[in-house]
Nanobody, 115 residues
Framework: QVQLVESGGGLVQPGGSLRLSCVVSGSSFSRSVMGWYRQAPGKQRDLVAIINNDGSTNYADSAKGRFTISRDNAKKTVYLQMNTLKPEDTAVYYC?????????WGQGTQVTVSS
């Protein structure tokens, strides 16, 4: 059974940075496409960034130039470095292993950007 455990969220002031981590167990991580999503209260869960198994990446327009997704296959971990954070980045952030069913998610990590 695949498990995803996100961490690294917290309260940060506008303009600050956070680095999220997601440790994956029980899957062939190195072959998996991985993504980060976020969900703000009352809103749908939206894609933030994707990293393919060859290391290529894609970002939502809201994340371009500020966020960086990366992976460490040896540690079975995917990261999301978030810089120049804005209040509208406030959400619960989830990682996604695309080799797993769509309803398979971790518990998420809360990111709150506020002064």
């Amino acid at each position: 059974q695949v498990q995803l455990v996100e961490s690294g969220g917290g309260l940060v002031q506008p303009g600050g940075s956070l680095r999220l981590s997601c440790v994956v167990s029980g899957s062939s991580f190195s072959r998996s496409v991985m993504g980060w999503y976020r969900q703000a209260p009352g809103k749908q869960r939206d894609l933030v960034a994707i990293i393919n198994n060859d290391g290529s990446t894609n970002y939502a327009d809201s994340a371009k130039g500020r966020f960086t997704i990366s992976r460490d296959n040896a540690k079975k971990t995917v990261y999301l470095q978030m810089n120049t954070l804005k209040p509208e980045d406030t959400a619960v952030y989830y990682c996604k292993d695309y080799s797993q069913p769509w309803n398979s998610w971790g518990q998420g990590t809360q990111v709150t950007v506020s002064s």
